[in-house]
């Protein structure tokens, strides 16, 4: 099916589905190739992706590059590196001045069918509670903490939860130093093995 990729993501490009029902309009973000071997698997674009079109150009892709121990070059390399968030478009703000959520039609709509066309995906890296949720079903943990805590239940399977990269989960990264001290490692050596 990896054959048909391209035209799927032509698809994806100009999906329209959603204008209407958010402050901006539908813009999707995300890169793929079939000889992708690194999922990346966010929550949706931000801001800065969504005014440049490049997923996770913003100090939260910064974290995540030097979380997985790539450079730009590597991270933005779509033979290696697959980024396809749970909503392809910015969602917009809330009234806190976070981001909302991913629009949930977008998962329904093309997820299963782009995953399938990334036959080469050796490590999946889930960014966030929506993703872990959606990837993980069941076996998902009922906190963000709780699953990225469980994360050696999934490493076997190469998948790695982890929270959002954002400024906003300082705090947490501080109340739980195993996450650098134990998870980035291991997360390292599987993105090295896979590029």
Known sequence: MSDDL???LDQIRTCRLCAGEMSRPPHPVLQASASARILVAG?????????????????????LRDWMGVTDEEFY??????IVPMGFCFPGYDSRGAD??????CAETWRAG????????????????IAQKWH???????TLT???????DYASDRTFTVPHPSWRNTAWLKR?????????????????AAL
């Open 146 to 152: 709780e699953t990225v805590s469980k994360w050696q």
């Open 100 to 105: 909302r959520p991913p629009m949930v039609r």
């Open 77 to 82: 390399d779509r033979s290696r590196v697959a």
């Open 43 to 63: 929550q949706a674009p931000g801001n800065l992706a969504d005014v440049t079109g490049i997923p996770f150009n913003d100090p939260s892709g910064t974290r």
């Open 136 to 142: 993980l079903g069941p076996r998902a943990g009922k």
């Open 6 to 8: 391209q035209p799927y």
């Open 176 to 192: 739980n130093p195993w996450f650098e001290a134990d998870v980035l490692p291991e997360l390292r050596l599987a993105v090295r």
């Open 114 to 129: 782009l995953l399938d066309r990334l036959p080469a995906i050796s490590v999946a890296i889930l960014v966030g509670a």
